[in-house]
């Protein structure tokens, strides 16, 4: 079986000679060697040519000879949760939906982040009462990342 810190050394060794932000989300590999590799940037997206470097890097520090494997090297991809705290910092001031662990769903923008907790502003109309107009509410919600079970960016194509 092929190490997974074998993979993330390899991995790791090419990004620092690329230097251009991209950082690891995941790396597995199954019982039958196919290894999944999944990356994205600090600021930007994963380029083709990002996910080729580092998959020549990975494939030609692998012996095929001894154990046959299979590579998949990507971007972390719009549509997944986050899984580290990179992700996080990285869309700091973009639109997320939240879900915690208790089944609270929160949509607004994602404002500060640690490693201990994330903070998401809403805002919404409300008409307060014996007013004619509604208002502009705006508020922070803190949330201890050990209570967060996912937390994903909204797409949106307006």
Not at 112 to 137: C, F, N, R, Y
Request: hydrophobic content about 40%; proline content about 2%; aromatic content about 4%.
């Amino acid at each position: 079986m092929i190490s997974k810190q074998k993979v993330r050394e390899l991995v790791e060794e090419r990004i620092a000679e690329l230097g251009n932000g991209l950082f690891i989300v995941d790396i597995t590999i199954s019982a039958n060697n196919s290894i999944h590799v999944e990356l994205d940037k600090e600021e930007g997206y994963v380029a083709i040519a990002d996910c080729m470097a580092v998959s020549r890097n990975v494939e030609h520090n692998l012996d095929r000879e001894q154990e046959d494997f299979e590579l998949h090297v990507s971007s972390a991809g719009l549509d997944k949760p986050f899984r580290v705290l990179a992700q996080f910092t990285k869309n700091r001031g973009r639109e997320v939906k939240a879900v915690t662990k208790d089944g609270e769903k929160i949509q607004g923008i994602l404002q500060t982040v640690s490693a201990d907790e994330i903070v998401i502003e809403t805002s919404k109309m409300i008409k307060p009462e014996g007013k004619k107009k509604k208002e502009l509410v705006v508020e922070q919600h803190v949330y201890p990342m050990i209570e967060i079970k996912e937390v994903k960016i909204v797409i949106s194509f307006k």
